[in-house]
């Protein structure tokens, strides 16, 4: 029976968010889990840049990848992807485990389709997308733009279209057979103006046919790392 699958992206030094997202996978018992690029690299306003922050979202993922033998993880190189420790290169769609680029960083088994650019998948995918018709829903999951949402075809949102978390938590659609979803799970920096924290991320559930987004609110200075 197809896994669930847990998919965020674009954390940009905050491990608290990482933390948050794989917990709710544990507790949801989804031990399949996508990275989408940008985990590293300092972005306002989390973050100093220093190492330690790099170790700190590195040791989330691999702890999560290791509590349990049937867990299954796969990472995305972003456009500022950096830092990567060596142990977890093996993970990454398209590096052997010295970091060495293999092949295409562009994720592709069944009816999922990962990268970190739409633009980036488009040129390596543009035909398939375009002309899918198979039986299942083709699910596109991508990063880069930061912006929460479920989409027929790729487009790269404007400033005032940008969703950044859900209001209301949770977004769920149910998807069509032959169809085409472009998934976006969202940033995981960004903070409201009364300084609340969010993390984003999607959930696919092949067996229902569902993807649902969500979005938990949590307080930075009361998450801990993972022992």
């Known amino acids: ?9 674009d954390v940009h030094l905050n491990w608290q968010a990482a933390r948050v997202i794989l917990d709710h996978a544990r507790k949801e018992e ?12 300092k972005i306002y306003p989390f973050g100093t840049g220093e190492q330690e922050e790099y170790d700190k979202l590195y040791h989330e993922i691999r702890t999560f990848r290791n509590e349990k033998p ?14 990567v420790p060596p142990d977890l290169f093996v993970n990454f769609v398209g590096f052997d485990d ?24 488009l040129e390596e995918h543009e035909e398939l997308i375009k ?28 400033d005032d279209e940008k969703v950044h978390w859900l209001p ?16 976006n799970p969202g940033g995981n ?8 924290h969010y993390a984003n991320f999607s959930i696919y559930d092949p067996e229902q046919q569902i993807v649902t987004l969500r979005t938990i609110v949590f307080d930075q200075n009361k998450i801990s790392p993972s022992k």
């Not at 029976?1 to 992206?9: D, Q, R, V």
């Not at 796969?74 to 830092?83: L, R």
């Not at 920096?189 to 609340?196: I, K």
């Open 1 to 9: 029976m197809p896994e669930k699958l847990i998919a965020f992206g």
């Open 30 to 41: 989804v031990n399949k889990a996508l990275t989408l690029g940008d985990e590293g690299y």
């Open 189 to 196: 920096f960004m903070r409201g103006p009364d300084g609340t």
């Open 168 to 183: 209301n938590s949770e977004e769920v659609y149910n998807l069509e057979p032959r169809n085409v979803y472009w998934v």
């Open 70 to 83: 049937k867990r299954i993880l796969i990472c995305i190189k972003g456009d500022k992807t950096v830092t």
């Open 131 to 158: 002309d899918y018709q198979g039986y299942e829903p083709l699910i596109v999951f991508h990063g880069h733009s930061h912006s929460m949402g479920v989409l027929p075809t790729y487009k790269w949102l404007q």
């Open 98 to 121: 010295q970091g060495k680029n293999i092949g295409s960083v562009i994720f592709h088994e069944d009816n999922i389709i990962a990268g970190h650019s739409g633009k980036w998948i």
